[in-house]
């Protein structure tokens, strides 16, 4: 019999495959190493491939789709339900298989090696960021314990230091043997200083070649950062009908607990993807701080919504609509005009 499905449960080194014929018959459990399973499946006529979007989901769906096969990756939220009792991995290749073949199934494109080098830029970036903020909350503590506070911000906390390890006239207020300690997260800091700054170099290098994110980078609270990040993410915008649904992919829009006439809406769902959702509210936010000195449709309504809202309440709202101008202009081509009459 001919295998027309199979879920595909991968891990390290072990991988386990799930195969059912046209009826639904099971007719392949096996167990492969991570040697044995590509010579496996250039053996097997092409068919319907479904993987969890999970670690190195991306290179083995690229892999089985060179060898002519369908490979459709899938969110492991949604193949859960289809796991009986105990979770194994057979359970869970039996789950996978049985998921792929679902008409309301939602799949997740599979990305190229460009678009995962560009988020490995991105993930970088975030990692050495809060480990930047670590070393730099650690020596606030440590010189206030001297007395010697810094205003909010890098570039304020870099100018006491400044003056704490002057070598001409040094801060008679922190010992030697405390200067010593702090010494190290200075270092540490300029450091991370460095490599972000190279971090961002490579991604300006490949904004300024990338024909959409410079368009989205024209939309309000969004910058290169935001930019690269959306156009590496979302590979397909076409797998999104609106601007609602990619907003809410986004985790932009109240979670429901619903039920007959009752429509009960609460905070938004923080679904999908987390890092794209936390730089559009923070794009959102630097715009309200300076709504007040540009006049445009966004900053007015931004305005009409500060005078009946909270302002946090109004940037995860603002968020919303950029995620919506994001969609538009990835879906149609067109660059942005802030004058739209969509915006108004």
């Known amino acids: 019999m001919k295998v027309t499905t199979i879920g595909l449960d991968i891990a390290k080194s072990v991988f386990q495959v799930h195969g059912v014929d046209e009826t639904g018959e099971v007719i392949l459990t096996r167990r492969f190493t991570r040697r044995k399973l590509l010579p496996f499946f250039a053996k097997l006529p092409s068919c319907l491939i479904g993987i969890e979007?999970?670690?190195?989901?991306?290179?083995?769906?690229?892999?089985?789709?060179?060898?002519?096969?369908?490979?459709?990756?899938?969110?492991?939220?949604?193949?859960?339900?289809?796991?009986?009792?105990?979770?194994?991995?057979?359970?869970?290749a039996e789950a996978i298989c049985e998921a792929v073949t679902r008409p309301s199934m939602r799949f997740v494109p599979v990305k190229s090696p460009e678009q995962q080098?560009?988020?490995?830029?991105?993930?970088?970036?975030?990692?050495?960021?809060?480990?930047?903020?670590?070393?730099?909350?650690?020596?606030?503590?440590?010189?206030?314990?001297?007395?010697?506070?810094?205003?909010?911000?890098?570039?304020?906390?870099?100018?006491?230091i400044a003056r704490v390890f002057d070598e001409a006239d040094p801060d008679p207020a922190?010992?030697?043997?405390?200067?010593k300690a702090l010494s190290v997260f200075v270092r540490r800091l300029e450091g991370l200083d460095d490599?972000?700054?190279?971090?961002?170099?490579?991604?300006?290098?490949?904004?300024?070649?990338n024909e959409t994110s410079q368009r989205l980078a024209a939309v309000p609270g969004i910058g290169i950062i935001t930019a690269t990040a959306l156009v590496a993410t979302v590979s397909d915008?076409?797998?999104?009908r609106s601007g609602r649904q990619f907003a809410a992919w986004l985790g932009l829009v109240p979670k429901q607990n619903s039920s007959g006439d009752k429509v009960r809406l609460g905070g938004i769902s923080k679904q999908g993807d987390r890092y794209l959702r936390r730089l559009l509210v923070i794009g959102a936010t630097a715009v309200i701080r300076h709504s007040k000195r540009r006049d445009t449709p966004v900053t007015a309504w931004v305005?009409?919504?500060?005078?009946?809202?909270?302002?946090?309440?109004?940037?995860?709202?603002?968020?919303?609509?950029?995620?919506?101008?994001?969609?538009?202009?990835?879906?149609n081509g067109k660059p942005y005009h802030p004058y739209h009459t969509a915006l108004s």
């Open 117 to 160: 080098s560009l988020l490995m830029l991105h993930r970088t970036r975030s990692l050495i960021v809060r480990q930047r903020t670590m070393a730099a909350n650690a020596l606030r503590a440590h010189l206030a314990e001297f007395g010697l506070v810094a205003n909010p911000g890098v570039h304020n906390l870099m100018k006491l």
């Open 237 to 240: 915008i076409q797998a999104f």
């Open 53 to 92: 979007a999970c670690a190195t989901a991306h290179h083995w769906a690229r892999e089985l789709a060179a060898l002519g096969h369908e490979v459709k990756l899938m969110p492991p939220a949604y193949v859960k339900a289809y796991v009986k009792r105990s979770k194994t991995d057979a359970a869970d």
């Open 195 to 209: 490599e972000l700054r190279v971090l961002e170099k490579e991604l300006l290098d490949w904004h300024r070649q």
């Open 174 to 179: 922190v010992p030697m043997m405390a200067r």
């Open 303 to 331: 305005r009409g919504m500060l005078e009946k809202k909270p302002a946090r309440l109004v940037s995860v709202a603002l968020a919303n609509k950029t995620a919506r101008i994001v969609w538009a202009l990835m879906a």
